[in-house]
């Protein structure tokens, strides 16, 4: 697929056992040299408090996961995640283009994956 193969903008969705392959950066392949922008297999940087498990992200050209992290108070769990053959396997970038700070997600965290074969980044975090 063209930048993301999952994205999700809603609250509380669940994505379990999913298997996204292949995914391209659009300025490599549409000529858009300057394009910079950094979606991921599964973008989820405009989702809250999603349930995450047992999915795998293979073969993107830029990150396996895209997002702003795990709620940390949050009772949904995110386990068993696999990231491999990408430049990043987790990018976080709230700054770039710019993400609604929420207040409860003062604190977040990743859990759960297994990032391997990564061109840059096992973890490229860019945060406020």
């Known amino acids: ?5 999952i994205r999700d903008e809603g609250i509380g969705n669940r994505f379990i056992h999913n298997l996204v392959v292949l995914t391209r950066f659009v300025g490599i392949h549409k ?14 940087k405009e989702s809250l408090d999603p349930e995450f498990r047992n999915n795998a992200a293979a073969g993107c050209e830029r990150a396996g996961f895209a997002g702003t992290g795990h709620i940390c108070s949050s009772s949904k769990r995110w386990s068993n995640n696999v990231i491999h053959t990408v430049q ?19 604190c977040v965290v990743f859990r759960g994956f297994f990032v391997y074969k990564a061109y840059d980044y096992a973890f490229y975090l860019l945060t406020h």
Not at 31 to 43: I, L
Request: aromatic letters at 18%; glycine letters at 8%.
């Open 1 to 5: 697929t063209m930048e993301y193969g």
């Open 31 to 44: 000529d858009q040299r300057q394009n910079f922008f950094k979606h991921g297999c599964f973008q989820f």
């Open 88 to 106: 990043d396997g987790i990018f976080t970038n709230t700054y770039n283009p710019p993400v609604e700070v929420r207040e409860d997600k003062e």
